[in-house]
C-alpha cells in the first residue's frame, strides 16, 4: 500500500511529449508524405476513440439491444449510467504477458469527454519513456513478490496492476499516473488483447499489402512479431518511438467492417464485460453499480465457498498464451484436495517462447488451513506465502515452466464448513483454463471457465 504522504512529496511535470492528441476532424484530399504517415496513425486513433467511446459509453447500443435479449437491454442502460464527464485513463493490457489485472500494461490512453462529448484522445505507446525518467528521481518501495523477481528497483506505472482485486489495483495505478503526468482523472477502463482477435471474427479477415492475410488465428503472433522483431531490434523503429504501427496501419479497415456490424459488435462488448477483458474502475458512485454488475474485476465477497486462481508472468516474455492450465478440485466434507497442472507448449510459428517464470495466487475462503504442498514432487509448503486479500485467504507460490513442460501442483487444505454452493472466479484475461469440479464424490461441473460461475452442490 503506498503511503498517504507520498503524494505530498512527488510532483511529477507532465511530460511534453505525452501521447498523441486525436483531431476530430482528419485532414484529407493532397497530403505529403509525412502527412500521410501522421494521419494513419490519426485513422487508428480515431477508430481507437470510436471503439472506446461504444465500447463504455455509447448510447448507441440501446438502439441494438431491443433486438437482442432482455438483460442486453438492462445492461446497456446499466452501461450509459456510466456516461459522464471527466477524463478516463483507457489501459491497454496485453494478456500474452498475463498480469493479475489482465496482462502487461504495454500503452494506454487518456480520454477526456467534456458536454457528454468526446473532447480530446490522447495514446501514450511508450510507457517505458516517462516510466523509467520516474523511477530514476523516486524510489517506491515494490511489492515483495516483484522485489523477488526484479530486486532492488523501483516500483512503476507498468507494473502498477499488481493487486488481484482490480478495484484495489486502480488506486495504485491512478497515483503512479497523476504522479508522472500531473493529470487527475476520474477512472480508469482497462481492455485486454484478447478483445482484438474477437473483433476479427466479426469482422472477417483484414487484407494487408505489408502484412499479408490478418484474421482473428494470427493476429496477436504478427503483431508481437512487428513490436519484438521489427520495431525493438530495428534502429529505425526505434527512431520512429511508434511500437505498435501495424495496429495503427490496419485498424482503418477493421474500423470500416466493424462499423458495419454494429449489432454483432455492441454484442462482443458486452460480453467482453463477462469475460473481464473489459474493466472499469470510477472514483465515484458509479463504482457501486460497476460492483454490482461484476464489471470491476473486484474479488468477489460471497457467503458461498471460494475459489480465485490468480497469475502473473514475471519475466516470462510474452508465453502466457501458450500455457494451458488444468484445475481438478476435489471436496470431501471440509477437505480440500486441489491439483494445478500448467503446460508450456512453443508456438507454430516458431517463435521464441522463454520459460513462463509464473507467481500464482489460489484465493479460498477466510479461515481456509494449508496442510500440504507440493510442486513437482518437491515439497514448497514452507515457501508458500499466506496472506489475508481481498477478503479471503491467499496463498502465493512460483510456478515456473519450461518450454514443452508439463508441470503439477497438488495442495491439501481444510476449510470451513456450513457451505451448499461453489463460487469460481475467472482472472481477467486468462484463456486455455479447464476445470474439473468434484464434491463428495460426485462431478459436479467440468469445462472451461470463460466468466465467473457459481456451482450448487
Known amino acids: ?208 499489402e505489408e502484412y499479408g492475410t490478418l484474421n482473428a488465428d494470427n493476429i496477436l503472433t504478427q503483431v508481437q512479431t512487428e513490436v519484438e522483431e521489427n520495431y525493438y531490434k530495428s534502429a529505425e523503429g526505434l527512431k520512429e518511438n511508434q511500437p505498435k504501427m501495424i495496429i495503427a496501419k490496419i485498424f482503418p479497415d477493421i474500423a470500416t467492417q466493424a462499423k458495419s456490424k454494429k449489432i454483432q459488435t455492441a454484442k462482443l462488448f458486452l460480453s467482453a464485460l463477462d469475460k473481464k477483458n473489459i474493466l472499469f474502475y470510477f472514483n465515484d458512485q458509479r463504482e457501486k453499480l460497476v460492483n454490482s454488475e461484476n464489471w470491476g474485476g473486484a474479488i468477489v465477497q460471497t457467503a458461498d465457498n471460494f475459489l480465485y486462481i490468480n497469475n502473473a508472468n514475471l519475466g516470462g516474455g510474452k508465453s502466457s498464451r501458450q500455457v494451458a492450465q488444468n484445475v481438478q478440485y476435489t471436496l470431501n466434507q471440509n477437505n480440500l484436495n486441489l491439483k494445478i497442472e500448467r503446460t508450456l507448449s512453443n508456438r507454430s510459428d516458431n517463435f521464441p517462447i522463454d520459460r513462463n517464470a509464473n507467481y500464482t495466487r489460489v484465493f479460498l475462503p477466510m479461515g481456509a488451513k494449508l496442510d500440504s504442498a507440493t510442486l513437482a514432487g518437491e515439497d514448497i509448503a514452507k515457501s508458500v506465502k499466506q496472506e489475508i486479500d481481498g477478503g479471503k485467504n491467499s496463498f502465493g507460490f512460483w510456478f515456473i515452466t519450461n518450454p514443452n513442460q508439463t508441470k503439477s501442483l497438488e495442495m491439501n487444505f481444510v476449510l470451513p464448513s456450513g457451505y451448499d454452493d461453489l463460487y469460481l472466479q475467472k482472472q481477467p484475461g486468462a484463456t486455455g483454463e479447464k476445470y474439473k469440479i468434484d464434491i463428495n464424490g460426485e462431478k459436479v461441473f467440468e469445462g472451461g471457465l470463460e466468466k465467473d460461475m457459481g456451482i450448487n452442490y
Open 1 to 208: 500500500m503506498l503511503k498517504k504522504n507520498i503524494d505530498g512529496i512527488f510532483k511529477a511535470k507532465r511530460a511534453d511529449n505525452f501521447g498523441i492528441p486525436i483531431p476530430i476532424v482528419l485532414n484529407k484530399h493532397s497530403q505529403t508524405s509525412d502527412q500521410v504517415a501522421n494521419n494513419t496513425r490519426r485513422s487508428f486513433f480515431s477508430f481507437s476513440k470510436w471503439l472506446i467511446f461504444t465500447l463504455i459509453f455509447s448510447a448507441s447500443i440501446l438502439t441494438f439491444a431491443p433486438l437482442t435479449k432482455n438483460q442486453t437491454l438492462a445492461d446497456s442502460a446499466s452501461l450509459y449510467q456510466l456516461y459522464q464527464d471527466g477524463n478516463y485513463l483507457i489501459l491497454f493490457q496485453n494478456s500474452d504477458e498475463l498480469r493479475p489485472t489482465g496482462g502487461f500494461i504495454g500503452s494506454f490512453g487518456l480520454l477526456k469527454i467534456k458536454d457528454k462529448k468526446v473532447a480530446n484522445f490522447q495514446i501514450e505507446t511508450n510507457i517505458y519513456q516517462k516510466d523509467d525518467t520516474f523511477t530514476k528521481n523516486y524510489y517506491i518501495p515494490q511489492p515483495d513478490v516483484i522485489e523477488e523477481w526484479r530486486p532492488n528497483n523501483s516500483w512503476n506505472l507498468r507494473d502498477s496492476n499488481w493487486k488481484a482485486d482490480f478495484s484495489e489495483a486502480s488506486q495504485d495505478i491512478k497515483w503512479f499516473f497523476e504522479s508522472q503526468y500531473n493529470q487527475s482523472i476520474d477512472g480508469i477502463i482497462a481492455i485486454n488483447s484478447n478483445l482484438l482477435p474477437e473483433i476479427l471474427r466479426i469482422t472477417g479477415p483484414i487484407e494487408s
